[in-house]
């Protein structure tokens, strides 16, 4: 199963909370897995997919057999920088004061 965060990729929105409820996406996707039997569940999670997985296993105890994590963030305010790049808005002085 491939899942993508609201707001990124190709899914609907424009609204990301960078990893904060996208672990609660996590943990759903993983509770249907779950409900089908299936045992052998691998995470497999790059940049804010990668920060979810840990934020889930985290705060929702799940246990994936293996999890495989790719460029989590460094920091927050490199993370914020990024987000407003994306979205070509002006990092200074925005994404220090939204950190703060």
Known sequence: MLVDFMG????????????????????TAFDYITQTGEN???????SMGAVAIMKCINDNKIKPKGIIIECP???????VC???KK???PTFPMAGILVF
């Open 73 to 79: 963030f460094g920091s927050m305010y490199k993370t």
């Open 87 to 89: 979205m070509n808005a």
């Open 82 to 84: 990024a987000r407003f």
């Open 8 to 27: 990124s990729g190709n899914s609907e929105g424009n609204q990301t909370t960078i990893g904060y409820k996208e672990a609660e996406q996590v943990k």
């Open 40 to 46: 052998n569940i691998y995470l497999f999670g790059t």
